[in-house]
């Protein structure tokens, strides 16, 4: 595609809920990057995949949250249980190559998750 | 565990001001990124710095990666209103908190 997409755009759910969040990266794109942003804060790290390989999954809060690219393209993260501090915007990126950063890591319009 | 430390957090100043944003950290990053965020829009790469005391110029914004890789600045020559937003640095997967600018004209 042109760029980096996300679905839905927005969110409300009840506390407890389960939610998933897509993220279609730009074709062809090796390296795709999951953050949390709080507003006028920057991102926060979650996950990352290279391929349908998860890479690092540090920045996950704890095991409510989860994430799969199983073809190497499309991704989703799924919140189980969801409680009202997990409300906040979701963005995903995604680059040409798993290198080094001197390639541009290209955003999303992100995914707003409001957790009554 | 690498952090990055931007300052100001808000910087509100008048059409043609000059101003400096920072960025600093006490690890050493193989590179730097600034990133500027307008509401409701996702991040947008504006440079990325590899090199110990290497400086970017892009049109009106200077950037420049310290010595030692521990820290960088971004510089901004006569504000224009357009300039408002978010301003980010980063080092890989690790992004600083931002600096807020408003440009008032």
């Known amino acids: 595609g042109a760029g980096v997409s996300q679905s839905p755009r927005y969110k409300v759910t009840k506390r407890g809920q389960d939610v998933a969040l897509r993220c279609d990266p730009i074709s062809g794109h090796v390296s795709l990057y999951w953050y949390r942003q709080a507003l006028g804060q920057g991102p926060e790290f979650l996950t990352y995949?290279?391929?349908?390989?998860?890479?690092?999954k540090s920045g996950l809060p704890n095991d409510r949250f989860s994430a799969e690219r199983p073809e190497g393209s499309i991704s989703t993260l799924t919140i189980q249980r969801t409680e009202q501090r997990d409300s906040a915007m979701y963005r995903c990126?995604?680059?040409?190559?798993?290198?080094?950063?001197?390639?541009?890591?290209?955003f999303g319009p992100g995914t707003r998750l409001l957790v009554l | 565990t690498q952090l990055l430390e931007q300052s100001p957090q808000f910087l509100s100043i008048q059409e043609g001001e000059n101003l400096t944003v920072y960025c600093n950290s006490s690890s050493v990053f193989s590179s730097l990124q600034w990133y500027r965020q307008e509401p409701g829009e996702g991040p947008v790469l504006l440079v990325t710095?590899?090199?110990?005391?290497e400086v970017k110029k892009l049109k009106r914004l200077t950037f420049q990666f310290g010595d030692a890789r521990k820290d960088s600045s971004l510089h901004i020559t006569a504000a224009q209103p357009g300039d408002t937003g978010l301003y980010l640095c980063?080092?890989?997967?690790?992004f600083g908190a931002g600096t807020i600018l408003r440009v008032k004209s």
């Open positions: 995949f290279n391929y349908e390989a998860q890479q690092d």
């Open positions: 980063a080092g890989g997967l690790v």
């Open positions: 990126a995604s680059r040409s190559s798993g290198g080094a950063w001197g390639e541009t890591q290209y």
């Open positions: 710095v590899v090199t110990g005391g």
